[in-house]
C-alpha cells in the first residue's frame, strides 16, 4: 500500500476500461486521482466509487482532442490539489479498416483522438510538472504501436506515433533536467468496452472473441488491472531508472 501517497494523478479516458482501473489502483495506492473524460456520469460514478473506498477523487470534463480543454483541467487540478504528479495519457479509439478502405475523415478522427491527445497531454503534464521538478508520464499505445496490423491502419498509425514520440518527449525531459520520466505501455487485447465493441457487428461474438484469445500465446485475454499494475509501477518512484521505455503487456501476442 501507499505506493504512489502523496502524488496526484490524472487519467485520461478513465470513467470506464483501463482508466478506470488505474484511477481505481492509483487511489487505492494513495494518490489523489483526477478522472478527465467526456462521459461525465460515468465519470462521476467513478469518483464516488473512489470516494466510498476511502479514496480522494474529482472529475473533469476532457476532450483529449481539444486544446482548450486542457487549458482548463489542468488549473483546475492544481487550484485543487496544488500539484500534478501523474499524467496518464489513456483515452483513445479504435476503428477498423484498411489502407484502402479507411477515409479520411476516420483517419483524422483517430489520429485526433489517439495521438493528438496524447501530444496535448504530454505537453501541459510537462508545463505543470517542470517547476516542480519531478513527475511520471504514461502514454498508452499498444502491440498495434509495435506490429502491424493489415485491417489497423489508422490504429497503428497513431499507436505507433505514440511510441516514438513517448521516446522524443522522454529525452527533451531528461536532458533539459526536469525530472520528469515519460514511458509508453503497450497492452495486447483487453478486454474492455473498446475491444468488445470490435465484436458487435460480427454474426457469432463469442466465435470472434475466441479468434482474439487464440492471437496471445497465454490463451486468454488481459484484464484492465493486467495494465492498471503496469502504469502502477511506472506513476511510482520504482520505475525512477526508467524514461523512454516500452512496457509490454500482452500476453506474449508480440513474442511470435
Not at 487511489?27 to 460514478?45: R, S
Not at 467513478?46 to 483529449?64: D, T
Request: hydrophobic share 40%; with cysteine.
Amino acid at each position: 500500500m501507499g505506493r504512489v501517497s502523496g502524488k496526484v494523478a490524472l487519467i485520461s479516458g478513465a470513467a470506464l476500461g483501463i482508466g478506470k482501473a488505474t484511477a481505481q489502483l492509483l487511489a487505492k495506492e494513495g494518490a489523489k486521482v483526477v478522472i478527465g473524460d467526456l462521459k461525465t456520469a460515468e465519470g462521476q460514478a467513478s469518483v464516488a466509487e473512489i470516494e466510498a473506498a476511502g479514496g480522494e477523487a474529482m472529475f473533469v470534463e476532457l476532450n483529449v482532442a481539444c486544446e482548450d480543454d486542457w487549458k482548463k483541467a489542468i488549473p483546475a487540478i492544481i487550484a485543487r490539489f496544488g500539484q500534478l504528479d501523474i499524467m496518464v495519457n489513456n483515452a483513445g479509439i479504435a476503428y477498423g479498416g484498411s489502407v484502402e478502405s479507411t477515409d479520411l475523415e476516420h483517419w483524422r478522427r483517430v489520429q485526433s483522438i489517439n495521438l493528438d491527445g496524447v501530444f496535448l497531454g504530454t505537453k501541459y503534464a510537462v508545463e505543470a510538472m517542470k517547476p516542480r521538478r519531478r513527475g511520471s508520464i504514461i502514454n498508452l499505445s499498444s502491440i498495434e504501436g509495435l506490429v502491424g496490423d493489415p485491417t489497423l491502419a489508422a490504429y497503428n498509425a497513431s499507436k505507433g506515433g505514440v511510441r516514438l514520440f513517448t521516446k522524443s518527449a522522454a529525452l527533451h525531459c531528461a536532458k533539459s533536467g526536469y525530472n520528469i520520466r515519460v514511458n509508453s505501455v503497450h497492452p495486447g487485447y483487453i478486454w474492455t468496452p473498446m475491444v468488445q465493441g470490435l465484436t458487435h457487428d460480427t454474426p457469432d461474438q463469442e466465435a470472434a472473441r475466441q479468434k482474439l484469445i487464440a492471437l496471445h500465446p497465454l490463451g486468454h485475454l488481459g484484464e484492465p488491472d493486467d495494465i492498471a499494475y503496469g502504469i502502477l509501477f511506472l506513476a511510482s518512484d520504482e520505475s525512477k531508472f526508467m524514461t523512454g521505455s516500452e512496457l509490454v503487456i500482452d500476453g506474449g501476442y508480440t513474442a511470435q
